[in-house]
């Protein structure tokens, strides 16, 4: 194994940074700290100024995400030369409220998610189905924010609630599909921490979220006397890329039949393997070698060019069903807006469903080859299929199970032998029709029965 490096991250909802006297002193504090990410939510900054913010937050680099008069609003901040952006992997909501990018540290590369989740009830699980975008990534995950809800009502609100939060369910289910870990649940399993102080209430609906492939070292929180959320910080321990040995490269054939690889793989043989043989004629297993190391990075980019272009797409039609449903709002009766929203909706309904199918043939790949036990979610979704599968097989009047074509035949006769009538017992009948006994009614009831009525 190679050397560990630390990697400290911090989380903070500032609750508004649009006063810019709080504003530096908010900047001053975390430059002053030990982090090497910042996830800030809660900013309420103009989209406008994001340059302005940018030059003020001397640290290091800087992504903000903020909407015209919303009340969100999210920031990440990079502190140190040592770590930077990957240009082309920013994606962005349209409310403001979550950010996703690639970063570069020391030749390691992580995916970054900050989010901040709605009040309202009835918004919380359209914004976690959204984050299913964001989250998606083949690189090691850090995922920090606000969102609002808590695991377990029980052990993370008080005064304590019986019901969990509306959202608990899905939040939970996305750490099991994205293989993600929360670092204070992780060291502290059991003990009742919150983040999060107003009056005699407090809740923990502030996290850190991170790949299994971290191992987390320390989780800590700080007062703060600019907001009622304390600062979370955590320090990630990650093997260091450059104190590599020799690994295994897994092959993805995902795109090997797509066309746009094809047509760029035979630029590639002919331009980079063909004309460059001449050197190695007496040398072919070097040749060989070089031309394995070449391909693989080559399929490597194109597999994060095309898996950047999924995300990019799914977003678009994202973006696009919302502002479709937007406009039914306002225009409910066009009929050419109702197609248009049906047809976005089909296909990002299409991507979604092929993308989870992926990931479900790679999980049960993993289990086959490593003894990977596929996740919880997809284990659950195939129990309930199985539990609700048709029936296979019936058996017959002597008991043997019959299965196929056998089944119609032993239905077909249970069924007429069920509706077929019996012939009626003549005498039985007569029996009853000659002890039945008349009855006496009084005379008054009689001629009330019998008496005429008006209205």
């Known amino acids: 194994m190679g050397k560990l490096s630390a990697l400290r991250v911090g989380t903070l909802n500032c609750q508004g940074l649009n006063d810019y006297y709080k504003r530096m002193a908010v900047f001053d504090m975390l430059q002053n700290s030990d982090l090497s990410i910042i996830f800030i939510q809660e900013t309420k900054l103009k989209p406008d100024y994001h340059y302005k913010y940018s030059m003020e937050w001397t640290g290091g680099e800087s992504i903000f995400n903020s909407v015209l008069g919303g009340k969100s609003g999210t920031a990440i901040l990079l502190k140190g030369t040592g770590v930077k952006f990957c240009d082309g992997t920013k994606m962005l909501d349209l409310e403001g409220r979550v950010i996703s990018v690639d970063i570069e540290l020391q030749g390691s590369k992580f995916h970054l998610v900050n989010s901040y989740g709605p009040n309202e009830n009835e918004q919380k699980i359209s914004y976690l189905n959204r ?212 047809t976005i909706k089909k296909q990002l309904m299409e991507s979604r469903i092929r993308k989870t199918k992926e990931r479900i043939f790679k999980s049960e790949a993993q289990y086959l080859m490593m003894g990977e036990k596929p996740i919880k979610s997809f284990f659950e979704k195939f129990k309930n299929k199985k539990e609700n599968k048709p029936i296979t097989s019936l058996k017959d009047e002597s008991g043997e199970e019959i299965f196929d074509k056998g089944m119609i035949k032993i239905a077909e006769n249970f069924y007429r032998k069920l509706f077929t009538p019996r012939e009626t017992n003549q005498s039985i009948i007569n029996l009853f029709l000659n002890n039945i006994q008349p009855v006496e009614c009084e005379n008054s009831l009689l001629e009330g029965l019998t008496a005429p009525f008006s209205f």
């Not at 008080?158 to 649940?185: A, H």
């Open 131 to 342: 984050l299913h975008l964001f989250l998606d990534s083949s690189i090691p995950t850090i995922w920090a924010g606000d969102h609002n809800l808590t695991q377990i009502a029980r052990q993370d609100r008080y005064p304590i609630r019986l019901n969990n939060d509306r959202g608990s369910k899905e939040f939970m289910e996305m750490l099991d599909v994205f293989d993600l870990k929360d670092v204070c649940r992780f060291l502290y399993p059991n003990q009742k921490i919150f983040t999060f102080h107003r009056g005699t209430c407090k809740s923990r609906i502030d996290s850190i979220c991170v790949s299994a492939c971290f191992c987390i070292k320390t989780y800590g929180q700080e007062d703060t006397s600019f907001s009622d959320h304390e600062l979370i910080k955590t320090t990630l321990l990650y093997e260091n890329v450059f104190d590599r040995g020799p690994g295994m490269w897994k092959n993805n054939v995902k795109y090997y039949r797509d066309d746009d690889f094809l047509d760029n793989f035979k630029y590639f043989w002919h331009q980079k393997i063909i004309n460059s043989y001449g050197p190695y004629r007496d040398n072919v297993v070097t040749w060989w070698l070089d031309f394995k190391y070449s391909f693989k990075m080559y399929y490597i980019k194109l597999s994060r060019e095309k898996l950047l272009m999924s995300r990019r797409h799914d977003q678009m039609l994202e973006n696009g069903l919302h502002y479709a449903l937007m406009d039914m709002h306002r225009c409910p009766n066009d009929t050419q807006l109702i197609g248009k929203y049906n």
